[in-house]
T-cell receptor, first 115, second 111 residues
Framework: DAGVIQSPRHEVTEMGQEVTLRCKPI?????LFWYRQTMMRGLELLIYFNNNVPIDDSGMPEDRFSAKMPNASFSTLKIQPSEPRDSAVYFC?????????????FGEGSWLTVV | QKEVEQNSGPLSVPEGAIASLNCTYSDRGSQSFFWYRQYSGKSPELIMS????GDKEDGRFTAQLNKASQYVSLLIRDSQPSDSATYLC???????????FGAGTTVTVRA
């Protein structure tokens, strides 16, 4: 079974440009998460969806960030306009939430550099 | 107080020794606990999950959970250079959908 698939793997963009990160969760999973990781702040949860519905977006840093999940097999994280401080690794993760626990599986990440 | 805290490290151990990693959490109602390993430049990968008090062993890894003390640990026996990585403790706080992660402990195994 394919894991979580993210694209692009690496992106370098200029400040002010729009950035769109894409994610395909593991088939059959009902929860999807977007995390951001930096050396200074570690792994931060930005937003998570359950059954395609955004449940908690309190981690989204600013209005410049938005996320969508139009169907069970696709999600996007958009930054518009991008700033140098957005440079980080963005991980998408998915899980099949059960009462017994919620093991999440990460994609390989999208490495974003804003210059 | 952070929701999930780990001993800050870095932790350096000689090859063949036991590496001990500690994690505490703030939510007494938490029921699910996980350890992830992250190699430099890679994504976190799950190595252990634990749900009940006591020990759970998987190969050279042992997870220990004490809900009364709100404490979970990971032991790596017979440490190998390939175990050199950052280890992240993660907790389902009050069985929420999301996992809250600690800052991670970086382990270096000296050959």
């Amino acid at each position: 079974d394919a894991g979580v698939i993210q694209s692009p793997r690496h992106e370098v963009t200029e400040m002010g440009q729009e950035v769109t990160l894409r994610c395909k969760p593991i088939s059959g999973h009902n929860s999807l998460f977007w995390y951001r990781q930096t050396m200074m702040r570690g792994l931060e949860l930005l937003i998570y969806f359950n059954n395609n519905v955004p449940i908690d977006d309190s981690g989204m840093p600013e209005d410049r960030f938005s996320a969508k999940m139009p169907n069970a097999s696709f999600s996007t994280l958009k930054i518009q306009p991008s700033e140098p401080r957005d440079s980080a690794v963005y991980f998408c993760a998915s899980s099949l939430y059960r009462d017994s626990g919620n093991t999440i599986y990460f994609g390989e990440g999208s490495w974003l550099t804003v210059v | 107080q952070k929701e999930v805290e780990q001993n800050s490290g870095p932790l350096s151990v000689p090859e063949g020794a036991i590496a001990s990693l500690n994690c505490t959490y703030s939510d007494r109602g938490s029921q699910s606990f996980f350890w992830y390993r992250q190699y430099s430049g890679k994504s976190p990968e799950l190595i252990m999950s634990i749900y009940s008090n006591g020990d759970k062993e998987d190969g050279r890894f042992t997870a220990q959970l004490n809900k009364a003390s709100q404490y979970v640990s990971l032991l790596i026996r017979d440490s190998q250079p390939s175990d050199s990585a950052t280890y992240l403790c993660a907790v389902n706080l009050s069985n929420d959908y999301k996992l809250s992660f600690g800052a991670g402990t970086t382990v270096t195994v000296r050959a």
